[in-house]
Structure formats: C-alpha cells, structure tokens
C-alpha cells in the first residue's frame, strides 16, 4: 500500500516535470510570434528623435500628454489623406495631445517638401536607421500608436484614418 | 494487488512473468511458451494497479512501445507534408502567404493553406506530436530498464529447470560432471572475459551485461536533443536573422539589441577567370561559362557604446574589420555572420549635365545622390539646379496631377527641376525620368541631359547566434554511444547446473547467436559438459525434413 502510494507520488512527480517543460517549450514558441509586436495595453518604448528643425524628442519628455505617434512615408498614399487631419487636431489639442510623425525610409529632401507642401507644423523625424520603426514592429504604414499620458499603448491603428471623426476619437482616447 | 511469491521463495513484484530470482514461469502463459522471451528478462514491465487513477492512465498511454511507435509514424508523416509545397518562410517577401499557395499551386495550394500545413513546423499540434515522443521516451525507458535492471540484479547462479529448458540455446545430459572439468571450463570462460558465480555446483557466467543499457543510454541522448531543440525557442538562446546592407551603410545588427553595428565596406563578386586562374578550371569555364569564385563583404564591426534608446545617435567603436566569405563568417560575441546573398548594381547616384538646347553646350555637372538628394545644386556663373521634387520609384502621374512614387526605394528615379540661368533666372521647370523627359510648363531653353549613374551592390547576410548547439551535440554524442554500446557488445549468460543426477546447460544473449555458440563450442569442448544446442534452429530443420 505504501509502495503503491510511493510509486503514484513520483509517477505523479515525472509527470508534472514532462508537462511543465512541454508546457514551456509551447508557451516559448506561441509568443515568439508576438515577441517584438506591440500589444495595446502595453508600455510604449520610449525612443529619441531629431525632428527635421534639429529639436530631439524623447517620448519619455510627452509624460502627462497624450501623444499621436504616427509612421509614415510620402509613398503612401493613405499616408497623404491622414495628414490634414492630423495637421487641424493638433492645433486643437495643442498641449493635450501632441502629434509626432515619424517617416520611414525617405530622404531629409522629400520628407521636407511633403511637410511644405501639406503645411505640416507638428515635429516629424526621420527614423533613418529604422530603430524606432523595428522597436515598434511597424511593417505596413501608415501605423499609428496613440500612447496614454502615463505612457501605455492605448491603441494601435495599421493603416490610414480617412475621416476626421476617427482621428478625433482616437485624441479624445488619450486626452489627460 | 499483491506480490507474487515464486517456489524458490523470492518475492516478485506484480506483473512479474519469470521469478527474478530462479527463472520459475510465473504465468500460465509463460509456462506454456516454448522459448521465454527474454527482452526484458520476463519482468513486470507496467506494473498494473486496480485503481486506476488519471496519472497511471497517462503514465501508462505513454509507457506503451506500440502508442511511441504510432507518434514516430505520425510524426514522419506530418514532417513529409510539411515538404509538399514551401514553408512560409521561404516564399517570397513580397507576397503574403494567403494567396501566394492558391496562385502557384491552384486548388492544392489553397487546401495546404487552409490545412496549416504552410506553417507546419511551428504549429501546436506538429510541436505536440514531438513533445509526445519525448514524453513517451522518457515514460518507455523508466517503466523498462528499472524492472530489468532489478531482474539482472536479482538474478540467482541456479536457474529452474523449466527456465533452462525454454532457452534457445540448451543442452542436458543424464549423469554428473568432474569438478575439475567445471575447474578447466571455468578457467577458459575466465580467458573469454566471463565474470563466473556459483553455488552448490551450479554455475553462472556472464559479460557485456552493459550492453543492455545501450537501448536507454541512447534514448537519454534523444531526451537531451530534444531538450535542446526546446531551448532554440527560447529568447536569446537562437538568433537566425537576415541583414541586407548597402556598400557604404552602418546598420545595427538585427538580434544582438543595439549592441552591434555593421558598416559595408565593399561587396566583391568574383568569377573564376581562364587567363589568371589555373589551367585545370578552364575546361569547366568552358563548359559552363560564368563561374562564380567569391561572394565577400567587407565589413566593419562596430561596438555601440552608449547603447541609447532607440533612434539615438549610436556611439560607434570600431571592433574589428573583417572579410566575410561564404562559409567563412565573421564571429564575434556569440554570433557569427555569414555571406547568404546579395544584389548587384542598385542605382546609387544618378550624374546630369545641364545643358543649353540650342547650342548643345553643357554647363555644368549636377549628381545627385538618390538616397540623400539636395535642394540645390549651385553651377556658378548664375547657373543653378532647384530640386522641387524627387520620385524614387517613379509610377506616373497621380490623379491630383502630381507624379507619383510606389516606393522609398531608388528603382525608377524621376526629378522635377527648376532650371535656373542667366536668361531665366526664375528658373524653367523640367521633368526627368529615365528615358522620359516632360516640360509641364512649356518649352525650356535649357534641359538636364542623363550623363552618368553610380551603382552599388547590396549584401545580404546572415546573423546567427545559436547557444543549443553544444546541448544539440551532447545529445548526438550521448545518442552515438549507446549506439555502439547496444551494437558493438552482446550480453552473453551460460548456465551450468546439476540437479537429480542430470546436467543442464543453458546459454542467452540478446544478439549473435552463432557467435555465442562458436564461443561456447570451443570453451565446452573437450569436456563431459553436453554443449548447448540451438533449439530453434534445430526445430526449425526439424520442420523442413518433414
């Protein structure tokens, strides 16, 4: 009897040792797809920039304001309709939430002509060595990350906002 | 559930089919069988338990030898489909997996997508049927070699009569044996490395006993791969990444957290040429034609000091410079770069001349760098080139009358200049692309005539880090040596015994019966002992006379 219960305790104990690294090996593998894709919920990381005016930005420095982190190039063509809309709410939220817009892959001189000729006023940097872009996980752009005044991912948009009204809301969600 | 008490008085363990001790048949149908199966040394290999609770459920699923061969199969088969058509990770990049299978293979493409099996290798279930036959190793080899470990440790020098007679290997005589022909028989089983028991005139030989662990040593090996190829999930123990690098760039190293930077120096590709190489290439160069050589990037290693967030400007400290060639990577940390691919001739900079129409006189050179144009590009003399707009990859013009581009990347450059001269000093308005010229806002005096372009090659390498790799080898290794212990040794036993005026004489091994009977033969001969015979065989040209 006592043998009986001996051999159930380490059957039991070889066991739960074989579940718990099968369990590893599955829970390892099913998040390696997500490893390195941001998650809404998540803390947003923190990254520095220098905007086309030479001024740095540190996402850390937005603590207390929402902030509109958009990734962009002037290939894209939803990119170019979400712009004007981006321009006009961030004159209204002026303070509350600021607008950073990130390009990815052009050069300084196409990036500027795009801002001149739209009349962009928001800082926009050029992540040319494409950290921030990789930090991110953005693949198809336009991406957009509205990140909470403590600094949390509150949303996260792939692909362009055609109307004002969605742009609104999503300043409205991360407003302080 | 009780223990079973054999005659000679040894206590067995439940489910035993021979006494531990004296070999006694435990069963009715061991009793019954013409040779005992002596696998695994008749012992109570799954020990049955009336109630059955869940764990013994699971344990014994796992701890069948039919259910770990059906996973094999399983396995086998699924990790074949998996070769039907590509995985995911080999089509191509710019396509995405839901319509690439149905477009290249039609029907059965899109039923391999929709079945998974494009993404087999990293599926749940194709990972649960590896982890079931690791499961079941370790299950198999515990529920097996402990009974038989205990059997051959228990095992008493006088086996029962009826334990002898169903070896296959057996002889009996009436009559008894000189002690100094046991004396003269032990002495040469002694030179044939046997280790000798005996008692009251019965006698055991035995060697290579080791030889039965060579089945379970070589599962822990398995055990030990598998562990290893577990880990090469895990973050941080494998880094297999692709790094494509332009001549000139310093690019962070994927996989290594900002750490490390790389800068492409040059991509050299090389084909083996007739008059410089020797002669016994020429044959093949004339037979194939182009041959390549060399596939090489030099490239500088850089250590990234401040390692700041990222987008920081990195402070970059030259660690080493290097030569990659294929098969020869540069290693540095834990990682290794390998030479994987590359790209050749990708527009650079594109040269114009600026050029008065009429008198075909050129004023001055204009390059642009496509990956970093300026906005101006003074000539001097009043003469200047505005770059208004640049098109990397020019795709037409866009319903709002402006041209449009379809990428960042510079494939198909298109230029919108303001050419300003002395006699138009606000400038004509020139649109160039390549072979395509467009003047939108008339006729111009002066026009940016295409001179010279400026190529460079794109290297792709590998980044590999991969710490399983000594795990991956002791598993092999550990695997290899129960290979050759199982193979290479044979545990061989010889029974000698006197009982009732009889001798008995019984001999096993787990392989090469000849053998075993070759060496036996010369050992007996030349004694009273009866040398034993093959029952087997000898039953078996029995039959064929018949």
Redesign the interface.
Known sequence: MNKKKKRLIMRSVILAVLALAVGYTFYSNLTKEARGNLQEGDQAPDFVLTDLSGEKHQLSDYEGKGVFLNFWGTWCEPCKEEMPHMEKLSKEYEGQVEVLAVNVGDSELQTKKFAEQYGLTFPIAIDSSKEVQKAYGVNPLPATFMISPEGKVEKVVIGGLVKENQVRALFEQVKP | ?GKVKCECGHVNPHGTVLCESCGRALTEEAKKEKFHDMRYEGSARR?Q?YNK?I??K??NFFSSVKVGVWLIVLTLIASSLGTIFPQEFYIPNNVTADTYYEDTYGIAGKIYYMLGFHDLY?S?WF??LV?SI??SL??CS?DRVIPLHRALKNQRVARHTTFMKKQRLFASREGTIEPQEIGKVKESLKESRYHIREEDGSLLAEKGRFSRWGPYVNHIGLIIFL?GA?LR???GMYVDELLWIREGET??I?GTD?EYYLKNEQFIMENYDKEKDSEVFSEAIEENGVIAKNYQTDAILYRDENR?????E?ELVEVKKEDIRVNEPMKFDQFALYQNGFSQNEMKAMEFMLTNKETQEAVGAVKIDL?????VYDLGNGYKVE????Y??YDGIGKDGEP?????VPNNPAFLFNLVSPEHPDGEVAFTAIRQTMEPMGETDYKMEFSNIETRDISALTVRKDLTLWILALGGTIFMIGVIQGSFWAHRRLWIRQVDGKVYVAAHTNKNWHGLQRELDSIIEHTSIPSPEDQQASEQSGKEKN
């Open positions: 559930m020990s338990t609770t764990v013994d699971v344990w990293n749940i990972i649960a982890a690791g499961v370790v299950i515990l562990i577990m999930s895990v973050e690019l962070e994927p900002g700041d967030l990222p987008g920081a990195p990956f970093n144009p300026k906005d770059l208004l707009g640049y990397p990859d449009k581009t379809k990428s960042p």
